[in-house]
């Protein structure tokens, strides 16, 4: 099936609310890994296959060693709460320089690297393939910020 939409992670949200991983939005470093169009990702499955390097997250990923480093590139993270929406947010992430090589970049996966195993926050379907070749990569969070919860 491929990618086809933006999802939170269901697991990581019953993880946070159970206590069952100790998230912290502001304080953990997040990391946003590039993937292509050979997996499908899934917002319902069990915590651990939400993980880089686990369940689809295993293969399929797109790099620039240099510029987009297979474990992916640091986020700038805020977190709030306002009118009854919670909001993850990211400034816009950029390649580590303007000679970046990547192809068929579909989406990403956003994860802690800071709790064990790596666990996934969601993932982010870029609508279709992007490729940028001698360039510099960017993946703009919209106002949306990189997910937003209504309570």
Not at 36 to 52: C, E, F, L
Request: glycine content about 10%; overall charge negative; hydrophobic content about 40%.
């Amino acid at each position: 099936m491929a990618w086809s939409n933006s999802k939170i992670f269901m697991a990581y949200i019953e993880n946070a609310l159970e206590n069952t991983t100790a998230f912290d939005a502001d304080g953990d470093t997040h990391k946003a890994a590039l993937f292509d169009n050979t997996i499908t990702p899934s917002q319902t499955v069990a915590s651990a296959s939400t993980g880089y390097g686990a369940g689809v997250w295993a293969s399929g990923g797109v790099v620039d060693a240099v510029s987009w480093p297979a474990v992916g590139r640091d986020l700038t993270v805020t977190s709030g709460f306002s009118s009854n929406v919670y909001t993850f947010d990211s400034t816009d992430t950029t390649s580590a320089d303007a000679t970046t090589d990547l192809t068929n970049v579909y989406g990403c996966l956003i994860y802690s690297d800071t709790v064990a195993s790596d666990l996934g926050l969601c993932f982010n379907y870029f609508g279709g393939a992007n490729s940028v070749v001698a360039g510099t990569f960017t993946i703009v969070w919209n106002a949306s910020g990189i997910f937003a919860l209504t309570l």
